[in-house]
């Protein structure tokens, strides 16, 4: 049943939406993955707990994932090393103007019904399809 993309990124999608809704309701945070992986960065006392757990969780689900479903991992030798390091940049850079990731933004923003989140997405969506057109043109 779960041998096609679109029933994955469904199953994924689903995934998404309720762990960021339990993070909500059981802790009341926001599954901002900038927000998080800032407050390690910058911790504040009795901040960290969860945030660890919340990251460790990704970083296992994609494993098991990538285990289960056998989902190949991305070849970053095929890409070269400026380039990854400009993209990193450029996201951290948007992630920064726009007072979040996309995460943030289309997972629980616009949840929230949030007009600065539809927006954001918006645009991060008008960019990454302009980035994409650029490369294959």
Same mark, same amino acid.
């Given at each position: 049943m779960f041998d096609s993309i679109p029933w994955i990124s469904l199953l994924g999608g689903m995934l998404l939406g309720v762990s960021a809704l339990l993070l909500m /309701? =059981?802790? @009341?945070?926001?599954?901002g993955i900038s927000g998080v992986v800032n407050g390690l960065i910058t911790p504040t006392k009795g901040n960290v707990q969860w945030r660890l757990l919340f990251v460790g969780g990704?970083? !296992? @689900? @994609?494993?098991l994932a990538m285990t289960q479903f056998e989902i190949a991992a991305p070849d970053f030798a095929q890409i070269p090393f400026a380039? /990854? =390091? =400009?993209g990193g940049l450029l996201v951290g850079f948007g992630t920064r103007v726009a007072n979040g990731c996309t995460s943030g933004h289309g997972i629980c923003g616009i949840g929230? !019904? %949030?007009?600065? %989140?539809? !927006?954001a997405t918006l645009v991060f969506m008008l960019t990454a399809a302009i980035t994409v057109? /650029?490369? !294959?043109h």
């Open positions: /309701l =059981v802790n @009341g945070k926001t599954a990704m970083v !296992l @689900g @994609g494993a380039a /990854l =390091v =400009v929230r !019904l %949030s007009k600065r %989140s539809i !927006l057109y /650029l490369r !294959l």
